[in-house]
T-cell receptor, first 115, second 111 residues
Framework: EAQVTQNPRYLITVTGKKLTVTCSQN?????MSWYRQDPGLGLRQIYY?????VTDKGDVPEGYKVSRKEKRNFPLILESPSPNQTSLYFC????WGQGVNTEAFFGQGTRLTVV | GNSVTQMEGPVTLSEEAFLTINCTYT??????LFWYVQYPGEGLQLLLK?????DKGSNKGFEATYRKETTSFHLEKGSVQVSDSAVYFC??????????FGTGTRLLVSP
């Protein structure tokens, strides 16, 4: 079954404690990206990757890091989380060629609370 | 920059009612347009898309037409069901790697 898997689904952490949210896809997609979803703001892109070892900033990259060492994995790293990073996070992937112009596949989301 | 504006929700309807969710966009160039749906506790799923002006996307009884002259992509369904209750996002593509989303519209359908 084609899917994008995120872990964990729920996470409560304290300010400043480094964390990683994992994302893995089994569709051999080149494009992967991270979005955060906040009430009244919709989804905003944090980072994206066009292929292994190729990453770039989206609209709201401050406070986040990513890496793309393998095609299937695209972890999101918060080195020093702060309460304003409390949000619902989604990983997405899409294929080469037309990328998001065909279809983006989303994970189930990670609800992060930073206290 | 590019942006998408959706009507505020929630939209509350009775089963079998007609649905319209308005979406307008601002964009340079000719983006593709999408409707994604988010069911409770799940990620977003593509509902339908249109890649050029006057294209009509359709799926599961939902339809939307890419109107370049009014920069709109309104979502319609003739008869909603309780199972259609979800959050609906209008979006446009910015290049190959990014979707620009509206704020989402929650639809609540009662029996």
């Amino acid at each position: 079954e084609a899917q994008v898997t995120q872990n964990p689904r729920y996470l409560i952490t304290v300010t400043g404690k480094k964390l990683t949210v994992t994302c893995s896809q089994n569709m051999n997609h080149e494009y992967m990206s991270w979005y955060r979803q906040d009430p009244g703001l919709g989804l905003r892109q944090i980072y994206y990757s066009m292929n292994v070892e190729v990453t770039d900033k989206g609209d709201v990259p401050e406070g986040y890091k990513v890496s793309r060492k393998e095609k299937r994995n695209f972890p999101l790293i918060l080195e020093s989380p702060s309460p304003n990073q409390t949000s619902l996070y989604f990983c997405a992937s899409s294929s080469w060629g037309q990328g998001v112009n065909t279809e983006a596949f989303f994970g189930q989301g990670t609800r992060l609370t930073v206290v | 920059g590019n942006s998408v504006t959706q009507m505020e929700g929630p939209v509350t309807l009775s089963e079998e009612a007609f649905l319209t969710i308005n979406c307008t966009y601002t964009a340079t160039g000719y983006p593709s347009l999408f409707w994604y749906v988010q069911y409770p506790g799940e990620g977003l799923q593509l509902l339908l898309k249109a890649t050029k002006a006057d294209d009509k996307g359709s799926n599961k009884g939902f339809e939307a037409t890419y109107r370049k002259e009014t920069t709109s992509f309104h979502l319609e369904k003739g008869s909603v069901q309780v199972s259609d209750s979800a959050v609906y996002f209008c979006a446009l593509s910015e290049g190959f790697q990014k979707l620009v989303f509206g704020t989402g519209t929650r639809l609540l359908v009662s029996p």
